[in-house]
């Protein structure tokens, strides 16, 4: 079947512009994690989602950063205000999480520039 | 006490050798420990995973060793190809539904095997 999909692939902006990435979770996957993949910092936990409970915002690294997830699939993080530090891929897996199951599968990411 | 420490950083293996790649973990509530192999301009992709109540787990070429007592796990890949050069990433993380699962990742492994 599908697998999680990601867009756009590629994302250049300006510094201090706001900028939107999307995920597509495989269909049936209740769970979704956004994940930062960077030089710096290596792969690095944003953001997760479950069902309808709150989420987990732990890993979000400032208040310009901020995710919602529409109809217990599709996700979008935002960036507002984008500076050069948030130049990185940006990474959205999901997991079934029942029966036992924590495998995570990640998406193709998203690599955003600031210029 | 969240890091997971991964060695070497980078690791060069000649064609059917065996490559090795060690994790250490501080967390003793971790209890699932993946890795993931990833290859330029591609998401992470599970590999192979293990739980801390077995000591080895193999799939393949591709065998995980588990130290519970010292916190520490090991991916070997034996016979290693051309093919497996790659960055590989080790990972733990907490089950349970009260749980987010959030993977804490190691720095990563560039691994390049010499035909």
């Known amino acids: 079947g599908a697998g999680v999909s990601q867009s756009p692939s590629n994302k250049v902006t300006e510094k201090g512009k706001d900028v939107e990435l999307r995920c597509d979770p495989i269909?049936?996957?209740?769970?979704l994690y956004w994940y930062r993949q960077s030089l710096g910092q290596g792969l690095e936990f944003l953001i997760y989602?479950?069902?309808?409970?709150?989420?987990?915002k732990s890993g979000l690294p400032s208040d310009r950063f901020s995710a919602e997830r529409t109809g217990g699939s599709v996700s979008t993080l935002t960036i507002q205000r984008t500076q050069q530090e948030d130049s990185a891929v940006y990474l959205c897996?999901?997991?079934?999480?029942?029966?036992?199951?924590?495998?995570?599968?990640f998406g193709p990411g998203t690599r955003l520039t600031v210029t | 006490q969240q890091q997971v420490k991964q060695s070497p950083q980078s690791l060069i293996v000649q064609k059917g050798g065996i490559s090795i790649i060690n994790c250490a973990y501080e967390?003793?509530?971790?209890?699932?420990f993946p890795w993931y192999q990833q290859f330029p301009g591609k998401g992470p992709a599970l590999l192979i995973a293990?739980?801390?109540?077995?000591s080895e787990k193999k799939e393949g070429r591709f065998t995980i060793s588990f130290n519970k007592s010292a916190k520490q796990f090991s991916l070997h890949i034996m016979d290693s190809q051309p093919g497996d050069s790659a960055t590989y990433f080790c990972a733990a993380s907490t089950r349970g539904s009260s749980n987010t699962g959030k993977l804490i990742f190691g720095q990563g492994t560039t691994l390049q095997v010499k035909p």
């Open positions: 269909s049936g996957h209740t769970a």
């Open positions: 967390n003793t509530a971790f209890d699932y």
């Open positions: 897996a999901s997991s079934i999480r029942d029966g036992g199951s924590y495998e995570q599968y």
């Open positions: 293990i739980r801390p109540d077995v």
């Open positions: 989602f479950q069902g309808n409970s709150a989420p987990d």
